[in-house]
T-cell receptor, first 113, second 114 residues
Framework: EAGVAQSPRYKIIEKRQSVAFWCNPISGHATLYWYQQILGQGPKLLIQFQNNGVVDDSQLPKDRFSAERLKGVDSTLKIQPAKLEDSAVYLC???????????FGPGTRLTVT | DQQVKQNSPSLSVQEGRISILNCDYTNSMFDYFLWYKKYPAEGPTFLISISSIKDKNEDGRFTVFLNKSAKHLSLHIVPSQPGDSAVYFCAAVARGSTLGRLYFGRGTQLTVWP
C-alpha cells in the first residue's frame, strides 16, 4: 500500500514570496491533515479536512495560509506572503477517520530567507 | 499551552537495556494516546497506542503504560537496539470530541549505543 506522498521535499524562498505544497493521502483515507513542525517542537495542526470539507482550521493563520482539498483526495497548502517564522517542516497526514491513527508523509522542509 | 509534555529532550541507553520514555498530559478529556517514531528527513511513523480504558498495551519489544490518575504515560522498549535511535513523539486525542485533533509533545531523542 502506497504511503502519503508529498512534494516538493525541500523549498527555499525569500520572505514575501509565495509557495505551495502538495499532498496525496493514502487511498481510501477520508481525513487529511496539514501540520507545521518547527525545529525542536512537535507537529502542530494547521488544518483538518474530512473528505473535501474543512473540519478544523482554528490554528491556520488565514491572513497568509490557505488550503484546499478538491474532490476529497489531493490537497494543497499555500503560503502567501511567506515570513521568516514560516521556516519549518510541513507535514501532511491522513487517516481512515478522525481521531484514529494518522499516517504521515515525509514532509516538506521550507526555508524562508 | 502545551497539553502534552515530554520533559526529557534526550535519552541515551546502551544496546540491550531498557529504554523508558515519559509523557505527561494535562487535559482530562484525552482518551486515546499514541507514540510516533521519527527518523531524520522522514515523517513520523505510528508505533503503538493505548486507549484510556486500558493501563497497558504491548507490541513486541514495545509496551506503553498509562496512569490516568497521574495523567502520565510511558513507553518501554526492551531490549533496546541501535535501530531504535530516533525522536519519539507522544500524542493524545479526545476521541469524544468532534475534531479528533492530535496534540503532540516536543519529542525525546533516543540514542541507543552499542
Amino acid at each position: 500500500e502506497a504511503g502519503v506522498a508529498q512534494s516538493p521535499r525541500y523549498k527555499i524562498i525569500e520572505k514575501r514570496q509565495s509557495v505551495a505544497f502538495w499532498c496525496n493521502p493514502i487511498s481510501g483515507h477520508a481525513t487529511l491533515y496539514w501540520y507545521q513542525q518547527i525545529l525542536g517542537q512537535g507537529p502542530k495542526l494547521l488544518i483538518q479536512f474530512q473528505n473535501n470539507g474543512v473540519v478544523d482550521d482554528s490554528q491556520l493563520p488565514k491572513d497568509r495560509f490557505s488550503a484546499e482539498r478538491l474532490k476529497g483526495v489531493d490537497s494543497t497548502l499555500k503560503i502567501q506572503p511567506a515570513k521568516l517564522e514560516d521556516s519549518a517542516v510541513y507535514l501532511c497526514a491522513s487517516s481512515l477517520a478522525s481521531g484514529y491513527e494518522q499516517y504521515f508523509g515525509p514532509g516538506t522542509r521550507l526555508t524562508v530567507t | 499551552d502545551q497539553q502534552v509534555k515530554q520533559n526529557s529532550p534526550s535519552l541515551s541507553v546502551q544496546e540491550g537495556r531498557i529504554s523508558i520514555l515519559n509523557c505527561d498530559y494535562t487535559n482530562s478529556m484525552f482518551d486515546y494516546f499514541l507514540w510516533y517514531k521519527k527518523y531524520p528527513a522522514e515523517g513520523p511513523t505510528f508505533l503503538i497506542s493505548i486507549s484510556s480504558i486500558k493501563d497497558k498495551n504491548e507490541d513486541g519489544r514495545f509496551t506503553v503504560f498509562l496512569n490516568k490518575s497521574a495523567k502520565h504515560l510511558s513507553l518501554h522498549i526492551v531490549p533496546s537496539q541501535p535501530g531504535d535511535s530516533a525522536v519519539y513523539f507522544c500524542a493524545a486525542v479526545a476521541r469524544g470530541s468532534t475534531l479528533g485533533r492530535l496534540y503532540f509533545g516536543r519529542g525525546t531523542q533516543l540514542t541507543v549505543w552499542p
